[in-house]
C-alpha cells in the first residue's frame, strides 16, 4: 500500500502541463509596472509555473477523449516512441526557452530601474530565480497530488455505495471544498485574528517624537472632547504634526493662525456614526465652520494621512483651516480593502455627510470652502458619498482623489464615460469642464477648454498597481495595456492571460517603495493639484514650487511617510 501510494505521489509529469509550465514561466519574466527584487521574481515565477501546468493538465483532460477517437495503429505508436520524444523535445525547448527568458527578464528589469531613476540591480542575482521557482512549483505540485491522493481514495470509499462517477465527482468536490474551507476558512481567519491583534497593539503605540498638543485648536489637546489616547497612532501623528503658526507666517510673509485638525480614533466613539457625529462637534468647538477652508478627509486602512496634503492646505491659507478625519480601521489598506472594504465606505459617507449636514445650514455667503481627500483606499472611501460628477459639483468646493483603487466605484464610472479617444491611464471626461484626471501635475492644463469651479482631480500614476490591479486581470486585456502606454510604463509591457494577473499582485508588494512620482507614491504632487483646485487670492506656480519644497524638507525632517 506504501508503495502504491508512493507511486501515486510521484507519478510523471504530465505532457501539456510542462509545455504551458515552461511558457508561464518564461511569461513572468516579462516586465510589468514596477521593478521586481530577485527574490519576489523568483516566487512569482514558482506560482505562475505551477498555474501553467494546472492549464496544462486541464487542457490534455479536455483533448483526451478527442485522442482516444485516433485510430488503434496511430496510439499504439504514440505510445511506443512519440511519448518519450515529445518529452524530450518539450525539455530541451522547455530549458532553451527559460534560458533565454531569464536574460531578456533581466534586461527588462534593469531597463524599468533605469526608467525610474533608479540605479539597476545586479544580474547574477536574478541567476536565483529559477531555484525559487522549481522549489514553489514542486511544493505546490506536491500538495496538489496529495489532495488528488485525498479524493481519489474517499472515491473508492464512496464507491462501495454510489455508481463510480458519481463517487468519484462527489470525493473531489469534496476534497476541494474543504481544502477551500481550511485555507480560506480556519487558517485565513487565523492568520486574520493574528494580523487583527498584532495591529490593533500597534494602534496603541506612539511614533517616536510625537507629543500630546496642548493648542485648543487640536483633537487629543487638554480642551479636545476627544481624548489623546483614543487617537491611535495614526491620530496621534496627524494632530501632533500640525505646522506652528510660526512656521505658517514665516512661509505667507504674513500673520497666521493656529490650525484646526481634529481627528476621531476608533477608540473614541463605539460605531462610525458616533465617531463622525462626534468629530462634527469637536469641529463645532474649534470654531472649524468659522474659517476659510474645511476639507473632509478619509483615511487610509490604518487610519494615515498623507501628511503633505493635509500640510499644503493650512500653508496655502495661513491656517485658515479646519481638517476633519477619523479611523476606521487599523489594519494596513491592502488588508481593509480585503476585510473592511465596507467600513471604508461607510466611513466616507457618514464624516461627510455629517459634516455637509452642519455646514449646510450656514449662511450661503459664510460658508467655508468644502473640500475632500482620500488617498489609496481613502479614495475609494471618501467618493462613495458621492453619486457622480455633478453631486460633487453641488455639494462641494472640490476634491481630490490620489491613487483610487480599481473598484472605486464613481472612479471607475468616470473612466469608463470618458470622451472618444482619450486613454484609460489618462482619461478625459466631459472635456475637462469639472474632473480631470492627471499621471502629473502638468496634466491638469489639458484639456486647453475652461475648467470651472468646483474642481475634482484624481491623480493616477501609469505605473501604481493600486490603480490597476483587479481580478478582471485573469482574463480580460484592461485598456491601458491595448492603448499606447503611459510614460513610466515600459512600451513593450503586454497582458497575458494568469500572468500579467499575478505580476501586478506582485507590484502591489513594492508600491510604496517607487520613486516620487512612480507607483503609488504621490509626494509632492499633491500640492500642485490643491494649487489647481482651491487656490487663495494671488497664488501663483512660484509658490507652488516654494511648497513643494518647503514640505518635502518638512516631511523628511518629522521621519513621516
Known amino acids: 500500500m506504501g508503495e502504491r501510494q508512493r507511486l501515486r505521489l510521484n507519478p510523471p509529469l504530465d505532457t501539456a502541463g510542462i509545455v504551458l509550465a515552461a511558457a508561464f514561466f518564461s511569461l513572468s519574466l516579462t516586465p510589468s509596472l514596477l521593478p521586481r527584487p530577485w527574490t519576489l521574481q523568483g516566487i512569482i515565477a514558482g506560482v505562475l509555473t505551477a498555474t501553467g501546468y494546472l492549464v496544462g493538465v486541464f487542457a490534455g483532460a479536455l483533448l483526451r477523449p478527442a485522442a482516444a477517437r485516433l485510430p488503434a495503429r496511430w496510439r499504439a505508436a504514440w505510445n511506443r516512441t512519440g511519448r518519450r520524444r515529445v518529452r524530450?523535445?518539450?525539455a530541451t525547448f522547455g530549458c532553451g526557452l527559460g534560458a533565454a527568458s531569464l536574460v531578456l527578464g533581466v534586461r527588462a528589469q534593469q531597463d524599468?530601474?533605469?526608467?525610474?531613476?533608479?540605479?539597476?540591480?545586479?544580474?547574477?542575482?536574478?541567476?536565483?530565480?529559477p531555484l525559487i521557482a522549481a522549489a514553489l512549483f514542486l511544493a505546490l505540485l506536491a500538495a496538489a497530488r496529495a489532495l488528488r491522493i485525498a479524493a481519489r481514495a474517499l472515491g473508492r470509499l464512496l464507491g462501495r455505495w454510489f455508481p463510480a462517477t458519481a463517487a468519484q465527482f462527489a470525493a473531489g468536490l469534496g476534497v476541494g471544498v474543504?481544502?477551500?474551507?481550511?485555507?480560506?476558512?480556519?487558517?485565513?481567519?487565523?492568520?486574520?485574528?493574528g494580523a487583527d491583534r498584532s495591529f490593533a497593539a500597534i494602534n496603541t503605540e506612539t511614533a517616536p517624537g510625537v507629543t500630546p498638543p496642548v493648542a485648543a485648536t487640536l483633537s487629543g489637546s487638554p480642551s479636545s472632547l476627544v481624548s489623546w489616547a483614543s487617537l491611535g497612532l495614526e491620530g496621534r501623528a496627524f494632530a501632533a504634526d500640525a505646522p506652528a503658526v510660526g512656521e505658517l507666517s514665516r512661509f505667507s510673509g504674513r500673520p497666521a493662525v493656529a490650525p484646526i485638525r481634529v481627528y476621531a480614533g476608533l477608540d473614541s466613539a463605539e460605531t462610525t456614526r458616533e465617531r463622525a457625529a462626534l468629530a462634527v462637534?469637536?469641529?463645532?468647538?474649534?470654531?472649524?465652520?468659522?474659517?476659510?477652508?474645511?476639507?473632509?478627509?478619509?483615511?487610509?486602512?490604518?487610519?494615515?494621512?498623507?501628511?503633505q496634503a493635509a500640510a499644503a492646505l493650512e500653508f496655502m491659507y495661513g491656517g485658515d483651516t479646519a481638517l476633519v478625519s477619523m479611523q476606521y480601521s487599523y489594519l494596513p489598506s491592502w488588508l481593509s480593502f480585503l476585510v473592511d472594504r465596507e467600513r471604508a465606505m461607510t466611513a466616507g459617507r457618514e464624516l461627510f455627510d455629517q459634516v455637509y449636514a452642519r455646514w449646510s445650514k450656514l449662511p450661503a455667503g459664510h460658508r467655508p470652502k468644502l473640500l475632500v481627500f482620500g488617498e489609496s483606499l481613502g479614495a475609494?472611501?471618501?467618493?462613495?458619498?458621492?453619486?457622480?460628477?455633478?453631486?460633487?459639483?453641488?455639494?462641494?468646493?472640490?476634491?481630490?482623489?490620489?491613487?483610487?483603487?480599481?473598484?472605486?466605484?464613481?472612479?471607475?464610472?468616470?473612466?469608463?464615460?470618458?470622451?472618444?479617444?482619450?486613454?484609460?491611464?489618462?482619461?478625459?471626461?466631459?472635456?475637462?469642464?469639472?474632473?480631470?484626471?492627471?499621471?502629473?501635475?502638468s496634466d491638469l492644463n489639458l484639456p486647453a477648454s475652461?475648467?470651472?469651479?468646483?474642481?475634482?482631480?484624481?491623480?493616477?500614476?501609469?505605473?501604481?498597481?493600486?490603480?490597476?490591479?483587479?481580478?478582471?486581470?485573469?482574463?480580460?486585456?484592461?485598456?491601458?495595456?491595448?492603448?499606447?502606454?503611459?510614460?513610466?510604463?515600459?512600451?513593450?509591457?503586454?497582458?497575458?492571460?494568469?500572468?500579467?494577473?499575478?505580476?501586478?499582485?506582485?507590484?502591489?508588494?513594492?508600491?510604496?517603495?517607487?520613486?516620487?512620482?512612480?507607483?503609488?507614491?504621490?509626494?509632492?504632487e499633491v500640492i500642485a493639484a490643491w494649487a489647481r483646485i482651491a487656490p487663495p487670492d494671488g497664488w501663483d506656480d512660484g509658490r507652488t514650487a516654494a511648497l513643494t519644497t518647503l514640505l518635502a524638507k518638512r516631511v523628511a525632517g518629522s521621519g513621516a511617510r
Open 178 to 193: 474543504l481544502a477551500v474551507f481550511l485555507t480560506d476558512g480556519i487558517l485565513a481567519e487565523a492568520l486574520l485574528k
Open 88 to 90: 524530450r523535445l518539450v
Open 380 to 441: 475609494f472611501g471618501a467618493e462613495s458619498a458621492f453619486g457622480g460628477d455633478r453631486d460633487l459639483r453641488e455639494r462641494t468646493d472640490g476634491a481630490l482623489f490620489v491613487g483610487p483603487p480599481d473598484s472605486s466605484a464613481l472612479w471607475r464610472r468616470l473612466v469608463d464615460g470618458r470622451d472618444p479617444g482619450s486613454r484609460e491611464a489618462l482619461p478625459v471626461y466631459r472635456d475637462g469642464e469639472t474632473v480631470r484626471f492627471a499621471n502629473h501635475p
Open 112 to 129: 524599468i530601474y533605469v526608467l525610474m531613476g533608479l540605479d539597476p540591480p545586479e544580474r547574477l542575482n536574478y541567476l536565483g530565480v
Open 281 to 307: 462637534r469637536e469641529l463645532e468647538r474649534t470654531g472649524a465652520f468659522g474659517r476659510r477652508v474645511l476639507c473632509v478627509i478619509t483615511t487610509t486602512g490604518t487610519g494615515w494621512v498623507d501628511p
Open 450 to 524: 475652461p475648467w470651472n469651479a468646483p474642481r475634482v482631480v484624481y491623480l493616477q500614476h501609469p505605473s501604481d498597481p493600486i490603480v490597476w490591479w483587479t481580478p478582471r486581470l485573469v482574463l480580460t486585456r484592461p485598456d491601458w495595456l491595448e492603448e499606447r502606454r503611459g510614460a513610466d510604463v515600459l512600451p513593450w509591457m503586454r497582458w497575458y492571460p494568469f500572468v500579467t494577473f499575478w505580476q501586478i499582485t506582485a507590484d502591489l508588494v513594492f508600491s510604496l517603495d517607487a520613486p516620487p512620482g512612480h507607483g503609488h507614491d504621490y509626494d509632492g
